[in-house]
């Protein structure tokens, strides 16, 4: 799994996956301008890094780049999410902590993400507690 992205490669990429089409260097720098001071040749050189990181894909357009995303944001949340899981010594208790840390929508998107990945053909698991059934953080 790639490293986690730094603060600025974060503010770069999340135009990147919010404009959602091949972008210039200074289209971001325009838009990081609105809040923060920052060169073009900053810009230029993280999104450099992001595609030598494989964060990004680029094409040559004149004597520029357009870079494109590789993955989705989603895909880079749960890939974070597994890398943390991945490295706890007690997996089980890992998910209930992060359970308890959710809200009832972050709980209620668990659900339905659960039922979207077993299919509306999948007979539920009547051997173990559902793994739709979130636990509420009062109910412990």
């Known amino acids: ?3 986690p992205l730094g603060e600025l490669e974060d503010a770069v990429m999340t135009r990147v996956w919010k404009w959602n089409r091949p972008v210039t260097v200074r289209e971001v720098l325009e838009d990081l301008q609105q809040e923060r001071s920052i060169a073009y ?3 230029m050189t993280v999104l450099d890094n992001l595609h030598q990181k494989g964060w990004v894909r680029r094409e ?3 004597r520029a780049y357009r870079y494109e995303a590789v993955s989705t944001r989603a895909a880079y949340a749960a ?3 597994n890398d943390a899981w ?3 010594d007690n997996p089980a208790a890992a ?3 992060f359970f308890g840390m959710m809200s009832e929508e972050q709980r209620q998107a668990l659900r339905d993400a659960i039922r979207i990945v077993q299919g509306p053909d999948t007979p539920p698991d009547t051997s173990a507690p ?3 059934s979130v636990p509420d953080p009062g109910e412990r």
């Open 130 to 132: 559902n793994p739709g």
């Open 86 to 88: 991945s490295q706890s």
């Open 95 to 97: 998910l209930i902590a």
């Open 60 to 62: 040559a357009e004149g």
């Open 79 to 81: 890939a974070l999410m």
């Open 41 to 43: 040749t900053t810009v």
């Open 1 to 3: 799994m790639p490293r």
